[in-house]
């Protein structure tokens, strides 16, 4: 089956670091870019940081920008988000989202169920 | 960034209905759109993509239109199973962004 998960959500306290991860089943990863798309409660959805294929592409939302790195293993099947110096407006629901193809300028087509991220002291 | 613009916020409508969604784009992404529904606690799913495909498994009540700046989501005999959130997006360029939601409600 096809699918994506994500694990490593919890509480952590303001200015904390937490690292995320995306396990990848039934296709090959290192075909598709991949991202970290986040939506904070009752609120719209929001990128946060994608990788494409080549690795050394990288993206960061504004916000994130210098916090938080996304790294993928390809040999494991998985996307990592380390995401440090926390802050309450980080406070979301984390999804893990597949890229159609290999660049940026795809629509997303798989989306793993998600990951609370809650920070708060 | 380009920003999505979509309309209405929220709408209340029976079964049956034909619900139209409209987003604006800030500025042209020559068909580089995609819809999404989100149901209550679920993560978002694609419905078309490239302003009018749609993706397998969907639906043929779903469709959509538009071109420039200007596109739009239409669900023609709106089912139980409907009711939702819906969200444009575009990946013309990155950031990709998405439009601000519009949640489909029974009337």
């Known amino acids: 089956e096809v699918q994506l998960l994500e694990s490593g959500g919890g509480l952590i306290q303001p200015g904390g670091s937490l690292r995320l991860s995306c396990a990848a089943s039934g296709f090959t990863l290192s075909t598709y870019a991949m991202s970290w798309v986040r939506q904070a409660p009752g609120k719209g959805l929001e990128l946060v940081s994608g990788i494409n294929t080549r690795v050394v592409g990288t993206y960061y939302a504004d916000s994130v920008k210098g916090r938080f790195t996304i790294s993928r293993d390809n040999s494991k099947n998985k996307v990592d988000l380390q995401m440090n110096s926390l802050r309450g407006e980080d406070t979301a629901i984390y999804y893990c989202?597949?890229?159609?193809?290999?660049?940026?300028?795809?629509?997303?087509?798989?989306w793993g169920q998600g990951t609370l991220v809650t920070v708060s002291s | 960034d380009i920003q999505m613009t979509q309309s209405p916020s929220s709408l209340s409508a029976s079964v049956g209905d034909r619900v139209t969604i409209t987003c604006r784009a800030s500025?042209?992404?020559?068909?580089?759109l995609a819809w999404y529904q989100q149901k209550l606690g679920n993560a978002p799913q694609l419905l078309l993509h490239t302003a009018s495909t749609l993706e397998s498994g969907v639906p043929s009540r779903f469709s959509g239109s538009g071109s420039g700046t200007d596109y739009t989501l239409t669900i023609s005999g709106l089912q139980s199973e409907d009711f939702a959130t819906y969200y444009c997006?575009?990946?013309?360029?990155?950031?990709?962004?998405f439009g601000q939601g519009t949640k489909v409600e029974i009337k």
């Open positions: 989202a597949k890229f159609v193809g290999g660049s940026y300028h795809d629509p997303f087509d798989l």
């Open positions: 997006q575009q990946y013309f360029s990155t950031p990709q962004t």
């Open positions: 500025q042209g992404i020559s068909y580089s």
